[in-house]
């Protein structure tokens, strides 16, 4: 069965500092991978997506994620957060083909302090 | 419009009642799925269309939960005698198809509110 796991349940981050979220996901085949962030009071936005080519991503808002198959993770990151960043951030892994669900991490709460 | 639309935004029923929950997918979008969120628990998957039929109804927590979809568009969730652990916001996306590639990640509405009093 497919999973991720978030081990971070809420980061905080000063302003101006660097960013690293976690995520480590399960899945038989070659995975489809997302993070989406959800600002407070709102739907789920797509942040950035991989399935194949350069293992390094770039997304939306200046962050970026890297696919580690040996490692079997799809870390977030972001250089210089801004305190507009403070929302939460979804993990997610798909199938790559077929028609099947979507499976979502529990989410890391991001909080930036001045 | 241009996104994904879910009606209400917000509904209050009292236990035991029934409510129906609506979700507009983008135009097009042949895929559509139902997320529950509740509080510290995720996005917990429900349902999954892929036009009009259900290949994933696996997270449907209780018999008293249903899902349709008609014309390959809109989709109604329903939950049956409500109980207080259906509180949560319920998610509705859509996407391209359900073959996943360039075209598809998941578009999503701002969600349903549901408060069982």
């Known amino acids: 069965a497919q999973s991720v796991t978030q081990p971070d349940i809420h980061i905080t981050v000063s302003e101006g500092a660097s960013l690293e979220l976690r995520c480590n996901y399960s899945y038989g085949a070659t995975p489809y991978l997302f993070w989406y962030v959800q600002s407070p009071g709102q739907g789920l936005q797509l942040l950035l997506k991989y399935f194949s080519g350069d293992t390094l991503v770039q997304g939306i808002k200046g962050f970026e994620a890297e696919f580690k198959r040996s490692q079997s993770s799809f870390n977030l990151r972001k250089p210089s957060v801004h305190w507009s960043d403070a929302a939460e951030y979804f993990c997610?892994?798909?199938?790559?083909?077929?028609?099947?669900?979507?499976?979502f991490g529990i989410g890391t709460k991001l909080q930036v302090i001045p | 419009g241009a996104g994904v639309s879910q009606s209400p935004s917000n509904k209050v029923t009292e236990k035991g009642k029934d409510v129906e929950l609506r979700c507009d997918p983008i135009s097009g979008h042949t895929a559509l799925y139902w997320y529950r969120q509740s509080l510290g628990q995720g996005l917990e998957f429900l349902i999954y269309f892929q036009g009009n039929s259900a290949p994933d109804k696996s997270g449907l927590p209780s018999d008293r939960f249903s899902a349709e979809r008609t014309g390959g568009s809109v989709s109604t969730l329903t939950i049956q005698r409500t109980q207080q652990e259906d509180s949560a916001v319920y998610l509705c996306?859509?996407?391209?198809?359900?073959?996943?590639?360039?075209?598809?990640?998941?578009?999503f509405g701002n969600g349903t509110r549901l408060t069982v009093t």
């Open positions: 997610a892994v798909g199938p790559l083909g077929g028609y099947q669900k979507v499976t």
């Open positions: 996306a859509s996407s391209l198809n359900g073959r996943s590639g360039e075209s598809s990640p998941l578009h």
